[in-house]
């Protein structure tokens, strides 16, 4: 038994890693918690996208048509390309590396994400 055990392990490794998925990344890939994600855009987001809107740039807001016009890799990956614009900012908009953990960022970009598909509620 313990040979078959050691077998599906490697075939598993070997899927994986065949797949693009690291046994080590797929272990280690993070929970997102929308609630969080929530709380955190309230406390930090809410006074330039109350509702997904924008009060500097009334073109530029949260909902997944101006996401994809908007930022770049949005169209390849959706909350890959929200955590970037939320790490790095742009134009008014801050940083928030140093100010959110890396969590936190998953978090918030999760949200975002979600209530664009779900079209915001203003």
């Not at 997904?52 to 909350?79: C, F, K, M, P």
């Amino acid at each position: 038994m313990p040979k078959s055990i050691s077998v599906f392990a490697l075939v598993l490794s070997i899927s994986l890693n065949l797949l693009g998925v690291s046994a080590a990344f797929a272990a280690s890939t993070p929970a997102v918690d929308l609630e969080h994600g929530g709380q955190l855009f309230s406390a930090n987001c809410a006074a330039c996208h109350m509702g997904g809107g924008n009060v500097i740039s009334a073109s530029r807001t949260l909902s997944q048509s101006d996401l994809q016009a908007h930022l770049n890799e949005y169209g390849d990956d959706h909350i890959e390309a929200i955590e970037h614009q939320i790490e790095n900012g742009k134009n008014a908009m801050p940083s928030f590396v140093g100010k959110l953990s890396e969590q936190d960022i998953i978090d918030v970009a999760a949200y975002v994400e979600l209530k664009a598909e779900k079209g915001w509620q203003r």
